[in-house]
Nanobody
Framework: QVQLVESGGGLVQPGGSLRLSCAAS????????MGWYRQVPGKQRELVAV???????NYVDSVKGRFTISGDNAKGTVSLQMNSLKPEDTAVYSC?????????WGQGTQVTVSS
């Protein structure tokens, strides 16, 4: 079974940068959209950014201008470049890949923004 494996989380000071990466352990066909979500304890999971198979991107307002998502459909990889990080960006970040018939999730990686 194909799994999504994330990397790049960690602890960073406010104003710093991190790059999250997500790669599929096998081939994923007919990708429709790839994205990143985040969740903090006691709150619902929030969509952070998505990129469609056609390259269209969309971001939650709170990260516009600071985060950039990029994806490679052929390789089944999606990345999230996070700049100017704020304490409120602290969360567990999970990648997601949706195809015509299936949905894949990563296990999540912790991002902590703190001085």
């Amino acid at each position: 079974q194909v799994q999504l494996v994330e990397s790049g989380g960690g602890l960073v000071q406010p104003g710093g940068s991190l790059r999250l990466s997500c790669a599929a352990s096998g081939s994923i066909f007919s990708i429709v959209v790839m994205g990143w979500y985040r969740q903090v304890p006691g709150k619902q999971r929030e969509l952070v950014a998505v990129v469609s198979s056609g390259g269209r991107t969309n971001y939650v307002d709170s990260v516009k201008g600071r985060f950039t998502i990029s994806g490679d459909n052929a390789k089944g990889t999606v990345s999230l470049q996070m700049n100017s990080l704020k304490p409120e960006d602290t969360a567990v970040y999970s990648c997601h890949v949706a195809t015509l018939g299936r949905s894949y999730w990563g296990q999540g990686t912790q991002v902590t923004v703190s001085s």
